[in-house]
C-alpha cells in the first residue's frame, strides 16, 4: 500500500487526490490534510461584495465527497514536513507519507507596502469580499473616489479587474456613478498583458472598456503607500481614495517556507521539472500555486508576476496524480506538460458582460489565442461556476 498524503485541498490538491484514490483504488491510500472544512470556488468572490453571491452559494464541505471517494480528510494546519522522515508535522498529529502533494496555494503578501493591510481592501478570501460588503453600504452615503488594481509584484491580476467592472457596474446601479472618480493602477506595461504578454487585440478590448467606462487608468505603476483617504503611487502621483481595492502579490504559504527540506525558492514555491515532480525529491510533487513557474517574459519598469490560474491548477493536480500512480507501478515514463503549455482557459467577468480568453497554451509562442467579447451576460461565467461546483460536489475529477 502506497500512502500519499495531499496538503491543501482546493482546485489542485482536491483534483490530485481523488485522482490518484480513483487510479489506484485499493493500492493507494490517500490523506488530504487542510485547514479548512469548506471547498471554497474562489473565482466567484468577487460577486459576494455585490450580493450577487452568499459564501455558502459558492463552498461546500469537502470531507463528504472525500470520504465518500475513499479518501480520508485531517482537518488540521500543516506546520512543516521532515523530508528525511517523510512525515508533515502539522498541529493536530504527524502525518507519515510515501508520497507527498503539495497544493496549499498562495499566502497574501499584504506587506507589500505600508498601509495596504491597514487600508485598502482585498477581495480573495471569504473575509475580505464579506468586509468590502459592508464598506460598500458605507460607500454609497457618501461617495467618494475609488482606486481598484494591482500592486508591484502582483500576479493575479484578472481578478482585479473583474472586480474594476463589477464596482462600476454597481455604482451606476445605485445611482452614484457621477459621483465618482474611478481609478484603475497596474503594475503591467499595458492593459491586458495579464502577466502572460497579453493576447491580440486584449489592449485595445480593455482601453475600450476603459473608455465606455469613463475609467481612469495608470499603466506600470507600483504602490508606495496606502492612507485612508488616498493611494500614493511609485511615481508619487496622489490618488485619493474613498475606497481601495488592491490586488497583493502571492507568495509560498509558511508551511513551505517553514520546511527547509523542500528547498523552495525565495517567494516560497516548490521546485519541479515539468512532470511536477520535486527537482531533487522524487517522492515529492507539487500542484497549483505552490508551483515555481518562471516568468515568461520582461517585467517593465516595475516588477510583476504571471497569473496562475484554475484551470492549470486543476490540470496540474491530474498531471501529478497519474505520475504518482506511474511511478508507484515501476514506470519510467512520466506525463510531462510545462505549466506555460496548458492551454489558457479562461473567463473575465466585466460587469455582467464577459470576455471568453482561450489559447493554446498559456504563455508565448502560441499558435492561437483569442479573446471573445460577450456584451449581453456574463452567462459562460456562470455557467464555468455551475460546472466546476457540480463536478467537484459528485467528485468528478477526471472531468476537464
Ligand atoms: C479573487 C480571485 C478570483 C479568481 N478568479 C479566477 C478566475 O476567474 N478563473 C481562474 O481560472 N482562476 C481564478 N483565480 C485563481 C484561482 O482561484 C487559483 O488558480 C486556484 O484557487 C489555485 O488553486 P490551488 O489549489 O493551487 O490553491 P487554493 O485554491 O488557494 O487552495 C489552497 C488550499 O490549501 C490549503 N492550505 C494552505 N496552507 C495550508 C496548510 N499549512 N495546512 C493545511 N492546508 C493549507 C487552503 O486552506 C486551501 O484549501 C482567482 C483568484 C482570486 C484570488
Redesign the pocket.
Known amino acids: 500500500m502506497t500512502t500519499t498524503v495531499v ?8 483534483t490530485a487526490a481523488l485522482e490518484i484514490k480513483r487510479k489506484g483504488k485499493d493500492k493507494h491510500k490517500v490523506i488530504m ?4 472544512p ?3 470556488f ?2 466567484s ?2 460577486w459576494v461584495p455585490f450580493n450577487r453571491r452568499e459564501i455558502k452559494d459558492i463552498s461546500f464541505r469537502k470531507d463528504e465527497i472525500l470520504h465518500k471517494k475513499g479518501v480520508e480528510f485531517l482537518l ?4 512543516r514536513v521532515d523530508t528525511e522522515r517523510q512525515v508533515v508535522v ?1 498541529d493536530k498529529e504527524e502525518v507519515s507519507y510515501n508520497h507527498l502533494v503539495i ?5 497574501v503578501k499584504y506587506d507589500v507596502a505600508p498601509g495596504v493591510q491597514e487600508y485598502a481592501h482585498y ?3 471569504p473575509n475580505g ?1 464579506m468586509k468590502i460588503r459592508t464598506a460598500l453600504e458605507e460607500f454609497k452615503k457618501n461617495p467618494g473616489p475609488i482606486v481598484i488594481g494591482a500592486t508591484q509584484n502582483a500576479g ?1 491580476m ?2 482585479a479587474y ?2 474594476l467592472f463589477n464596482i462600476e457596474k454597481w455604482l451606476r446601479e445605485q445611482n452614484i456613478r457621477k459621483k465618482v472618480d474611478l481609478y484603475w493602477i497596474t503594475p503591467e506595461t499595458f492593459l491586458g498583458h495579464f502577466g502572460i504578454d497579453g493576447m491580440t487585440g486584449g489592449e485595445t478590448m480593455l482601453k475600450s472598456f476603459m473608455k465606455m467606462f469613463n475609467i481612469h487608468f495608470r499603466t506600470e505603476v507600483g504602490v508606495k503607500e496606502v492612507q485612508e483617504d488616498k493611494v500614493i503611487l511609485t511615481s508619487d502621483e496622489e490618488l485619493p481614495s474613498s475606497f481601495t481595492m488592491l ?1 497583493p502579490p502571492f507568495i509560498g ?3 513551505v517556507k517553514n520546511s527547509p527540506g523542500l528547498e523552495a525558492t525565495a517567494a516560497g514555491y516548490i521546485p519541479v521539472t515539468d512532470d511536477y515532480r520535486h527537482v531533487t525529491l522524487p517522492n515529492v510533487w507539487a ?4 508551483v515555481d513557474v518562471k516568468l515568461p517574459f520582461t517585467p517593465g519598469k516595475v516588477p510583476f508576476s504571471g ?8 490540470e496540474t ?1 491530474k498531471i501529478v496524480a497519474e505520475n504518482i500512480i506511474r511511478v508507484s507501478k515501476g514506470e519510467t515514463e512520466l506525463k510531462k506538460k510545462a505549466w506555460g503549455k496548458i492551454p489558457g ?5 466585466a460587469g455582467k458582460k464577459e470576455v471568453i480568453i482561450l489559447s493554446d497554451k498559456l504563455f508565448k509562442p502560441r499558435n492561437f489565442a483569442i479573446m471573445i467579447p460577450n456584451i449581453f451576460y456574463d452567462v459562460f ?1 456562470v455557467i ?1 461556476e455551475k460546472y466546476f461546483l457540480w463536478k467537484t460536489r459528485k467528485g468528478y475529477s477526471y472531468l476537464p
Open positions: 496538503v491543501g485541498g482546493n482546485f489542485a490538491g482536491m490534510i487542510d485547514k479548512s469548506l471547498f471554497l474562489i473565482p468572490l468577487i488540521a494546519e500543516a506546520l502539522t497544493a496549499t496555494g498562495p499566502k477581495v480573495g478570501t469580499a493575479c484578472g481578478a473583474e472586480f490586488m504559504v509558511d508551511f500542484a497549483g500555486i505552490a497569473p496562475k490560474t484554475g484551470y492549470p491548477s486543476d493536480g482557459v479562461c473567463i473575465m467577468d461565467k464555468f
